[in-house]
Every structure is written in structure tokens, then in C-alpha cells.
T-cell receptor, first 118, second 116 residues
């Protein structure tokens, strides 16, 4: 257990439905990351927060995806109008990080949320 | 485009044997290289992290090497155990430009299966 938790662990939904995932990072970590991992592939970066500010978004994050971290603690990732291609493992990670510093701190991953769109 | 390639894609070994996994990368500018272990259905867990100046780093039965000139890394597992069965992912971080975050580029992983 890395200290990063995600909820739910598994989600099955029908195409066209909206889903929301939650990530609770390690409490003292101010950086939070979302990744997507499809079967047999490594994780792909989706987006990154420094405290409550969303500093970077991947081109993978289409208009149907939105992520928030309103109080700089937990984060949510919402997918609207799900498609079968959205089926994947959604991983959250957190790390320390000081604004303006380029120091690269260790990222700790949560167990992931497995999404299946039928 | 930054890329990380791993080989082999999968590997089957007998318990107690050693094995070596390979990683080649084209990430620039390079910051550090990490090896993660990912059990099925779980998130990745860090094994080692190496910066440009480090050639080798060990974590128990895991030893990682880095050749920054040839942009290659290897992960050597000694005296394998059944619990070593997992996917091993090579991850390279670049040096951030305008942001303070070094973006991670993940390899596709090597699936290791250890048989009794």
C-alpha cells in the first residue's frame, strides 16, 4: 500500500453514461497526476495538478474528460458520454513538489480504477 | 518524440533463476530513469531511480544499470521468487522546460512469470 487510494476500484458502465473517479493522495503531497493504462501498455499521462492548479493536460484528455482538485487534496476525474475506447485502468499518483523548482520527486501510484464500458 | 522501448515483451523463468530485462530510451533532455514493478490489477511500485551520474543501483535482489551514453538500462533480478511475477516498467523522466514537472515516459513493460 503506497498511501494513495482510489475509488472505486472497478466500474462497469454502459456507453454514453458519465462516470467519476476519486483519488486521495498522500496527505503531504502537493502534486497529483492522472494516467491511463490500457492492457499490455505502460501508463500514459493525462493531467497534472500542483495543489489545486491544473498545470498540464495531455492531448489524450478530450473534451469529454475533466479533472478537478478543488482544495488541493483529493482529485476527481470525470468522463462524460463514455465510449468503449475509454475502457482502461485509470491510475492516480502523487508526489512532493515545490512550485518553481524543477526537482523531480518520486511518484507514488494508487491501485487504479478499472473502467469497463459496455 | 520521447520513447521508451523494453525487451523482451514477456519472459518465463524457473524459481531461483536470474534474469535481465532491457530498456532503451530516446528521451531528451534526460533527468532520471526508474524501474517500476506492477502486479496484475495494481498500481506500479517504484524499485529504483537513477540520475545521469549513476551507473548502478540496487534494491535487494533487484539491480538496475544505466548507460547514459548508449541510452540503455537493464534490470537484473537475482534468485527469482514466485512473487516476482509481475510487469516491470521502465520509466524515463525528462527535464522540465517551462514547468517544474519532469514528464514521465513509460515503456510498455516486460511481463515476467516465475514458475516453481
Amino acid at each position: 500500500d503506497t498511501g494513495v487510494s482510489q475509488d472505486p476500484r472497478h466500474k462497469i458502465t454502459k456507453r454514453g453514461q458519465n462516470v467519476t473517479f476519486r483519488c486521495d493522495p498522500i496527505s503531504e503531497h502537493n502534486r497529483l497526476y492522472w494516467y491511463r493504462q490500457t492492457l499490455g501498455q505502460g501508463p500514459e499521462f493525462l493531467t497534472y495538478f500542483q495543489n489545486e492548479a491544473q498545470l498540464e493536460k495531455s492531448r489524450l484528455l478530450s473534451d469529454r474528460f475533466s479533472a478537478e482538485r478543488p482544495k488541493g487534496s483529493f482529485s476527481t476525474l470525470e468522463i462524460q458520454r463514455t465510449e468503449q475506447g475509454d475502457s482502461a485502468m485509470y491510475l492516480c499518483a502523487s508526489s512532493l513538489g515545490l512550485a518553481g523548482q524543477k526537482t523531480d520527486y518520486e511518484q507514488y501510484f494508487g491501485p487504479g480504477t478499472r473502467l469497463t464500458v459496455t | 518524440k520521447n520513447q521508451v522501448e523494453q525487451s523482451p515483451q514477456s519472459l518465463i523463468i524457473l524459481e531461483g533463476k536470474n534474469c535481465t530485462l532491457q530498456c532503451n530510451y530516446t528521451v531528451s533532455p534526460f533527468s532520471n530513469l526508474r524501474w517500476y514493478k506492477q502486479d496484475t490489477g495494481r498500481g506500479p511500485v517504484s524499485l529504483t531511480i537513477m540520475t545521469f551520474s549513476e551507473n548502478t543501483k540496487s534494491n535487494g535482489r533487484y539491480t538496475a544499470t544505466l548507460d547514459a551514453d548508449t541510452k540503455q538500462s537493464s534490470l537484473h533480478i537475482t534468485a527469482s521468487q514466485l512473487s516476482d511475477s509481475a510487469s516491470y516498467i521502465c520509466v524515463v523522466s525528462d527535464k522540465a522546460g517551462g514547468t517544474s514537472y519532469g514528464k514521465l515516459t513509460f515503456g510498455q513493460g516486460t511481463i515476467l512469470t516465475v514458475h516453481p
